[in-house]
């Protein structure tokens, strides 16, 4: 099948499957981190006692919208334009 038959093809299938949100969300993901290799994956379980291994004590799960550093959403670190960079993040906080 030819390349741009099969983009078409999942155009429809994306706009049939998706709401206007997650297709934004999607097109944020792709166009902002084309090609992005993870060599370590993470659970809340394991990164927490990564964390707890490397001395901190008070450790909290996070959204990507809050933080106890002042003004954090001023940063747009894992939002862009209200939507989540990557959903599938885990976003935690740790203090020594």
Same mark, same amino acid.
């Given at each position: 099948m030819h390349r741009s038959v099969i983009n078409r093809i999942k155009r429809i299938l994306i706009?049939?499957?998706l709401?206007? +949100?997650e297709q934004e969300?999607? +097109?944020i993901v792709n166009s902002?981190?084309?090609g992005k290799v993870h060599y370590w994956t993470?659970?809340?379980?394991?990164? +927490?006692?990564l964390i707890q291994q490397a001395g901190s004590k008070k450790i909290s799960i996070k959204n990507p919208n809050e933080s106890d550093i002042p003004d954090w959403n001023a940063y747009e670190?894992?939002? +862009?334009?209200?939507?989540? /960079?990557?959903? *599938?993040? /885990?976003?935690?906080?740790? *203090?020594k």
């Open positions: 706009n049939l499957l709401n206007n +949100k969300q999607l +097109k902002d981190f084309p993470y659970d809340r379980f394991w990164l +927490k006692r670190l894992d939002v +862009k334009g209200g939507c989540v /960079i990557d959903p *599938t993040s /885990i976003f935690m906080e740790a *203090t």
